[in-house]
C-alpha cells in the first residue's frame, strides 16, 4: 500500500473509532446503574486513545519521506492498541 492509500485509510479508521465512542455514549443509558462509572471511564479511556490516535495521524501527514515507516508503525501501533481497548471495554459490558 502507497503513502497516499494509507493516509486515507488511516483517516478512515479514526472516523470508524468516533463511531465507535459515539455508539458507546449513546448505549451508555442503557448500562447497569453499578457499571456506570467504570463505562464513563472506559469512554474517556477511548477518547485519550483516539486523541493519541489523532496525534499519530498528523504526524503521519506531515512527515517527510525519510521518516514515513517509523511514523506509519507507530500509527498502526496507536491503532491496534484502540483495537484491543475496544475489545475489552465491550467485554466488560
Do not use: H
Not at 448505549?27 to 496525534?55: C, F, G, N, T, W
Amino acid at each position: 500500500m502507497n503513502k497516499e492509500e494509507f493516509k486515507a485509510r488511516a483517516n478512515q479508521r479514526i472516523d470508524e473509532i468516533s463511531a465507535k465512542i459515539n455508539e458507546l455514549k449513546a448505549d451508555k443509558e442503557s448500562v447497569k446503574e453499578d457499571l456506570k462509572e467504570k463505562y464513563r471511564e472506559s469512554i474517556k479511556e477511548l477518547e485519550a486513545m483516539k486523541k493519541e490516535l489523532q496525534a499519530k495521524y498528523d504526524d503521519l501527514i506531515n512527515t517527510a519521506d525519510d521518516r514515513w515507516e517509523e511514523v506509519r508503525d507507530a500509527f498502526s501501533d496507536a491503532s491496534d492498541s484502540f483495537k484491543e481497548g475496544w475489545a475489552k471495554i465491550r467485554s466488560l459490558f
